[in-house]
């Protein structure tokens, strides 16, 4: 298949790996900022092809992991409200928040639609117009401008009964947070292709330059990744810090200009709480004030205390790169997908789920 055979072609991931082999002289911790890419490299074996040594470490990439606790209780609390429906993409049903999850609470009586798209909850809110319909607005950047035109949409079919939870998320500013750690130890990142297809990688920039770290924008089949990882062990071997594009074929500097727009019309930047991480600064976007109405937060009355993570689950460390998921006590034992103790272990782009998926339980 055109544009996919290409990069899953076996003989130049091979000649790749042995040309990373050829250029890497030292240890290097490389860390992939998104869970697709995770599991990408886990998936097609990756990452047995490095040269020892070279180590990939795992990000803060999956949106759905990254969602806090006090939000995930928030969306069932919507869901168990009368007139309330809570319309939701599959992947953040199974997460578990304080007590329970949105599949269960819906087992129980709540009332959970999942969806593929926002327009698609913008559609359910036209057909039940007896009904409030919110939209949980899970994602990176990639996913913004789609819900930004929902929001667009329900205004101009003048729906009242369409609104979304905010909870996206971005990865800039927790790139910052976490390269500025003391404890990180991260020397190169590969950044995620499909975000930055939308918003560009002018914003890595100044994170390359600050921190002294190479970031490759990179994509998610294997020649891609294996052309990312062999571009950043280039630049650190060089000295170099920069931001290179691996992904030319979909990413350009600038981004997508209009879907930037777009975004930027509609949403600020706002401080937000990641799971298992804590708040990060200007790392979230809510509604600006001239579509606040659509701002679920806003329209009902909902909890707002904080709640605390279950202590045996190290998620926080595994979506900084600090652990891997099998340097967790509870992996495959106590937390499995079918009795998750935490997001990653769920969500099809979690860590803890592609070493559960592709049996690195030891490596
Ligand atoms: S294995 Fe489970 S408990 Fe451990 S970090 Fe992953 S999600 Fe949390």
Redesign the pocket.
């Known amino acids: 298949m055109k544009h996919l055979d290409e990069y899953r072609d076996a003989g130049r991931a091979r000649a790749l790996a042995a040309e990373i082999a050829r250029t890497a002289t030292r240890p290097w911790r490389i860390m992939e900022i998104c869970g697709g890419q995770t599991h990408a490299i886990l998936r097609f074996g990756i990452d047995q092809l490095l040269p020892p040594g070279l180590e990939l470490v795992h990000g803060p990439g999956c949106p759905v992991c990254v969602t806090p606790l006090e939000l995930i209780d928030r969306a069932i609390e919507l869901a168990q409200t009368p007139g309330v429906v809570l319309a939701s993409f599959g992947d953040m049903l199974r997460v578990p928040g304080s007590k329970t999850d949105l599949l269960a609470a819906r087992a129980a009586g709540a009332r959970v639609a999942m969806v593929y798209s926002p327009l698609e909850a913008v559609r359910l809110a036209g057909e039940k117009q007896d009904q409030q319909i919110v939209f949980f607005a899970v994602g990176f950047e990639t996913t913004v401008p789609g819900v930004a035109l929902a929001v667009r949409e329900a205004r101009r079919l003048g729906l009242q009964n369409f609104s979304i939870l905010p909870a996206h998320v971005l990865v800039p500013p927790a790139l910052r947070a976490i390269l500025g750690s003391p404890q990180s130890r991260i020397q190169g990142v590969l950044a995620a292709g499909h975000v930055c297809t939308v918003e560009g990688y002018e914003d890595y920039e100044p994170l390359a330059a600050d921190f002294g770290v190479p970031v490759v924008v990179t994509g998610f089949e294997p020649v891609d990744l294996l052309q990312g990882i062999l571009l950043c062990v280039r630049q650190l071997e060089q000295g170099r810090a920069e931001v290179e594009n691996q992904y030319a074929r979909a990413v350009r500097r600038e981004g997508n200009r209009e879907a930037k727009a777009l975004v930027r019309e509609m949403f600020e930047p706002v401080d937000r709480k990641w799971r298992g991480i804590g708040v990060i600064p200007s790392s979230g976007l809510a509604l600006r004030p001239a579509w606040r109405e659509f701002d679920a937060e806003a329209r009902f009355a909902l909890s707002t205390g904080a709640v605390e993570e ?1 202590s ?4 926080g460390l ?1 979506l900084q790169g600090a652990k891997k ?1 099998y340097e ?5 034992t ?2 499995t997908p079918e009795r ?6 769920v969500s099809s782009e ?3 789920a592609a070493y559960y998926r592709y049996g690195r339980h030891h490596v």
């Open positions: 279950p045996e689950c190290i998620s595994v998921p967790c006590a509870a992996f495959a106590r937390c998750p103790l935490g997001a990653p272990m979690g860590a803890c």
